[in-house]
């Protein structure tokens, strides 16, 4: 049996922080209808709440391969926060709106 870790945060109604054993994501959304935001990529996923029937969607962020006549012998190592970056981002500007409602 392996070892688990996960811990949400709420931070403002609809936007979680999740953070686990492999990373950090974000999800957007309320219960029937959600977007997660990670360094994997995104997860959608629209559902009917309390009934356990959903479909989810991923899509990976692909890095670019090496152009013709360039060496990809060393690729680059390390995990990328980006994606991360850009859901705090937006995480950001909708608590703006928020407050300043």
């Known amino acids: 049996m392996g070892f688990r870790f996960r811990k949400s945060i709420k931070l403002f109604p609809g936007v979680r922080v999740n953070f686990s054993k492999s990373g950090v ?42 152009t013709p006549g360039t060496s990809a012998t060393n690729p680059p190592t390390g ?3 980006a994606p991360v970056a850009l859901g705090l981002l937006v995480v950001l500007i909708v608590g703006l709106i928020v407050v300043s409602w």
């Open 25 to 66: 994501s974000t999800s957007i959304g309320k219960p029937g209808a959600t977007i997660n935001i990670s360094e994997r990529g995104t997860r959608t996923t629209v559902g009917i709440p309390g009934t356990g029937i959903s479909y989810s969607e991923s899509q990976s962020f692909h890095r670019s391969e090496a």
């Open 79 to 81: 995990k990328s926060f």
